[in-house]
């Protein structure tokens, strides 16, 4: 059954007028009794609102859908009524209403209809073009034109095909279910199916299996750290970094449909031939891929895995510190159990095993399981020969290319002596290369450069400490989880490992300032947002305090050339005046839940962070144009019903 055959121009009417819902039900009921599609509206109307009393018919996006069979109906047919005025159904606020009714015996036809319709309002630009219609012809127009328009994406575009693929980010809060979302929603506009894994920091979720791989047609893999692929047992995939998958999913799934039209498999490698990262590294080459990437994925893996050590050990050094700065010492008379067990498992334990947990998963990441050992024996080294983060960092990737070569190499040994070679032989000589390396070459030439960075950070004061907090709060603003973001992160984390914790304090102003301008912008300056952004905005409220600057990507990428000039000013300045008034913070990461335990001066620090978002919003509200009440309307159906 085709719209136009349920669907006629005269049942439908636009109305301003303010209209409860049993009005606007009523009205509906008129037009179609007017137009001999019923015979008793009020015998009709009795089974519209018994099924409403079942359960609203609201759906969501603005939109209600009231429907029932009857023996009062002619033929099944469709009503609409357009209201801008907004009608209040049960909990719920429409624009739009579709109702359906049916002949008492009638066929499921209509349900049919009433799930193609559903389909159709799920998509917000359908919406939005519904809404800005002036006439009931247009609105007919409307949905002619979207069934068309979908009919030939289906036989036309990637009907049928099925799109797979895992996303994972150095976090894996934000940037991981953006990926996922922004491919998702692309394979919906092309008529796809999809399914995207999520490799998030509370585990895997959408896992992939087999039977997802044999039916994909095209797969993609959008991550900034080490993923297993070895679902895909040999097909080819796309490789990319997180943030493309974001910013341009189009590309991203039209390259991975070509791959699959161009050659669906490749050869599968055996296990003795190759492990998961060979393999992701195989195809980082085959598109052309350059050692920055495969370097950067690399230290997000390690990163990621180190993140929880750092947290966790920061706040509780904290906590010990509130019982005072020396409560912790045996030997001291301010001395408290309490004090000595949070700085037992914050000091000796967590900030102990972090560099070594940076360093092992670096080199996990390039070796597998058989890098570990090699990595973390190497990270350990650097905290005990004083080379702290950067020597974590070389010893991980030490490691982990010196096992790979030790593995290649011993590939011919026969598989009845493989599992020595792994458990025993391998790792010991890796790690014997890597404790030569770390104990006679780099510990010292590095641990005398950490203490140079050291002493010149702890020097520093006035201008030069302002100068430093604007530089390391205007890198996080800049690209908000990009390579710039990641290489301020990484200096912070390097000092952090040197008892030096101003720097963590600035960038972590540079990350909560953005999305907080913004939702500061999106409240105040209204007319220069349009009301789906303006929602997203509340969003930002929380993201902001809670240290997710991703919240802000939407807007930068939306209008880079008005944004991100705003968070950059806007978190330098409040980054130079945290460094310049001494603050420091023990925990790099939390947001406003870590500030009044690990900062020395919370509420100056509140202020600086306060102060950058203000101003990063005034900067929005200066420069962006005030928006039309078309553009307003036009954008607010999309993003809100």
Not at 300 to 317: A, K, L, Q, R
Request: hydrophobic share 45%; net charge neutral.
């Amino acid at each position: 059954m085709q719209i136009d055959e349920l669907i006629k121009v005269e049942n439908i009417e636009i109305s301003n007028e303010f209209l409860s819902k049993e009005e606007a039900i009523d009205k509906l009921l008129n037009l179609m009794n007017k137009n001999r599609v019923i015979d008793d509206s009020e015998n009709v109307k009795q089974a519209i609102f018994k099924r409403e009393n079942e359960i609203s018919t609201a759906v969501g996006y603005g939109v209600a859908i009231p429907h029932a069979r009857n023996k009062n109906v002619r033929r099944a047919s469709i009503a609409i009524l357009k209201n801008l005025e907004g009608i209040q159904w049960g909990d719920d606020n429409v624009n739009l209403v579709f109702m359906i009714v049916a002949e008492e015996n009638a066929s499921d036809e209509h349900l049919k209809m009433l799930s193609k319709i559903s389909t159709f309002l799920m998509d917000e630009v359908f919406r939005a073009k519904l809404l800005v219609a002036n006439t009931n012809r247009e609105i007919y127009n409307v949905l002619l034109k979207q069934e068309a328009d979908i009919t030939v994406g289906n036989t036309d575009r990637s009907s049928g095909k099925y799109l797979i693929g895992i996303s994972a980010c150095m976090t894996g809060i934000a940037h991981t279910f953006m990926a996922a979302e922004a491919l998702n929603n692309e394979a919906k506009n092309r008529g796809m199916r999809s399914k995207i894994q999520t490799n998030g920091s509370t585990g895997i979720e959408n896992e992939l299996t087999p039977e997802d791989v044999d039916e994909a047609d095209a797969i993609v893999v959008a991550h900034d750290v080490k993923v297993n692929t070895e679902v895909f047992g040999g097909r080819e995939y796309v490789d990319v970094p997180v943030k493309k998958a974001i910013s341009n999913p189009q590309k991203v799934i039209e390259d991975a449909l070509n791959m699959s039209s161009s050659k669906s498999k490749v050869e599968k490698k055996s296990a003795t031939q190759s492990s998961g990262n060979e393999n992701n590294e195989q195809i980082d080459l085959t598109l052309g891929k350059k050692a920055a990437r495969v370097f950067y994925t690399h230290v997000m893996s390690g990163v990621s895995y180190m993140i929880p050590f750092v947290v966790v050990g920061g706040i509780f050094i904290a906590i010990s510190f509130m019982f005072g700065i020396y409560a912790s010492d045996p030997n001291s008379s301010q001395y408290n159990v309490w004090a000595g067990f949070f700085n037992e498992i914050g000091g000796n334990a967590a900030f102990k095993l972090y560099v070594p947990i940076l360093a092992g998963f670096i080199s996990w990441s390039i070796a597998d399981k058989s890098g570990l050992a090699p990595g973390m024996i190497g990270g350990m080294m650097a905290v005990n020969g004083g080379s702290g983060f950067l020597g974590g960092m070389v010893a991980g990737f030490l490691g982990g290319y010196v096992t790979k070569f030790i593995v290649r190499r011993t590939r011919k040994i026969p598989h009845t002596y493989q599992g020595l070679v792994s458990v025993l032989f391998t790792p010991l000589v890796a790690t014997f290369i890597v404790g030569l390396v770390m104990f006679f070459v780099l510990n010292t030439p590095m641990s005398n450069l950490i203490d140079f960075l050291t002493s010149w950070l702890k020097a520093m004061n006035g201008a030069n400490a302002a100068m430093m907090g604007a530089i390391l709060a205007g890198m996080m603003a800049s690209d908000m989880g990009g390579p710039i973001n990641k290489t301020a992160s990484a200096f912070g984390l390097a000092m952090f490992a040197a008892k030096i914790y101003g720097p963590s304090a600035a960038l972590m102003v540079g990350g909560m300032v953005p999305p907080l301008g913004i939702a500061l912008a999106t409240s105040f300056f209204r007319k220069k947002f349009t009301i789906q952004e303006r929602e997203a905005g509340k969003a930002n409220y929380v993201l902001g305090a809670s240290f997710i600057t991703e919240g802000a990507i939407p807007f930068a990428a939306g209008d880079p050339l008005h944004t991100i000039p705003a968070n950059i000013i806007g978190a330098g300045i409040g980054g130079a005046l945290c460094m310049a008034s001494g603050i420091t913070l023990q925990a790099p990461h939390g947001g406003i839940f870590v500030i009044p335990i690990a900062c020395n001066h919370p509420l100056i620090y509140i202020g600086c962070i306060l102060l950058g978002a203000i101003i990063t919003a005034l900067l929005l509200g200066l420069t962006k144009k005030t928006l039309s009440e078309d553009q307003i309307n036009k954008e607010m159906v999309g993003g809100i019903l």
